[in-house]
Structure formats: C-alpha cells, structure tokens
T-cell receptor
C-alpha cells in the first residue's frame, strides 16, 4: 500500500528565516506530486506540481520554491519567510494521468 | 480560472437528520472528487465521479455529478456525529498532471 509522509508536523519560524518542508511517498513509482497551502476560510490553493524528477510547475508567483531531487521526494523551500507564508501546507500524490489525489498529514507553519 | 462554490459554508444539525451540500461551478470538469478533512489532518478522498449524471453511494453518503459536469451534490442520510468534518469538493480539468481546483468547503457539525 502507498503512504505519504510530511515533516515537520508543526513549525514556528521568524520572519526572514529560511524554510524547508519535506514530503516523501512510499509504495509507488513515478507519482505526480503536489504542494498545496490551506489558509483559514480559503480552501486549498495549489502551489506547485511535479510530474518527474527535476520537473516543477508553479501555479502562483510567490516567495516559495519547490524541488524534486528524487522520484518520491518533494521539497518546499523559502529563502526568507514572510508573515503571509503562515498556513497549513499539504503534500499530495497521484498516479500519472489519474484524477484522484492522496494527501499527507500536513505541516502547520506559523511565521512570527 | 475555474471556481467551485460550495454551499452552505456551515451546517449544524442533530444526529439522525438528513442533509445535502452542494458544489457548483460555471466550468466543466472532467471529474470531481469529494474529500473529508478533520482538524489538523490532510483531506481524505471519499469518492470520484466522472460521468455526467453519475450517482455513487458510500454507505449513508450519496454523491451525484450533474449532467453537464459543472456541479455535484453530497447527500447524507441519518447523519451521525462521526460525519462531522470539513467536506471539500475538487474538480479536475483535462490531463492528470494539473492540481485540483478546490471549493472552500462545508463545515459540518452533527450534534448528538
């Protein structure tokens, strides 16, 4: 069976500090990978998606970047966090060309 | 930009009652997913509907996709406290690589 992990589960960081959130998937190969942000009352916003190693598509201009150094590893980064980066960050995977997405447990980021 | 409007935003009812929540858009989707999310956790996939007019049942939950594939509904019969959560609908366009377009969700509380 497939599992998806995210860490850390919670993070409190000061404004201007760097960020690295990690997501890994087990039990499947060549998944599509996604990063979403969920702010209170605003639903889920797609940030990045990837169809393969080193292939990243960005949906919105922002202070964040993503990388996929390995087939089942997806990293969300920032060089300098802003207050507006606070939120609940969710990683998801899907099989290639499939509609269903499966979400990780999320990371709660608070920028102070 | 594809938008999904969910209604109602909040719903609080007594155990044993029936309810319907709606997901509407002016855009056509190739498929639509329903998720349930509990506080502090990632969304969990409930169902995917693909064909216009399709109806799927999951125990006491009935999902319907509109004939024009622009809207969907979720009906819960004899609601139970365990049904409490945030219900999200998400639409997928053509191609499997893109992320999903999410509605803001319906916060459902079932009071015992």
């Amino acid at each position: 069976s497939q599992t998806i992990h995210q860490w850390p589960a919670t993070l409190v960081q000061p404004v201007g500090s760097p960020l690295s959130l990690e997501c890994t998937v087990e039990g499947t190969s060549n998944p599509n990978l996604y990063w979403y942000r969920q702010a209170a009352g605003r639903g889920l916003q797609l940030l990045f998606y990837s169809v393969g190693i080193g292939q990243i598509s960005s949906e919105v201009p922002q202070n964040l970047s993503a990388s996929r150094p390995q087939d089942r590893q997806f990293i969300l980064s920032s060089k300098k966090l802003l207050l507006s980066d606070s939120g609940f960050y969710l990683c998801a995977w899907s099989r290639p060309a499939a509609h269903e997405q499966y979400f990780g447990p999320g990371t709660r980021l608070t920028v102070t | 930009t594809q938008l999904l409007e969910q209604s109602p935003q909040f719903l609080s009812i007594q155990e044993g009652e029936n309810l319907t929540v709606y997901c509407n858009s002016s855009s056509v989707f190739s498929s639509l997913q329903w998720y349930r999310q509990e506080p502090g956790e990632g969304p969990v996939l409930l169902v995917t509907v693909v064909t216009g007019g399709e109806v799927k049942k999951l125990k006491r939950l009935t999902f319907q996709f509109g004939d024009a594939r622009k809207d969907s509904s979720l009906h819960i019969t004899a609601a139970q406290p365990g049904d409490t959560g945030l219900y999200l609908c998400a639409g997928a366009g053509g191609g499997g690589a893109d992320g999903l377009t999410f509605g803001k969700g319906t916060h459902l509380i079932i009071q015992p």
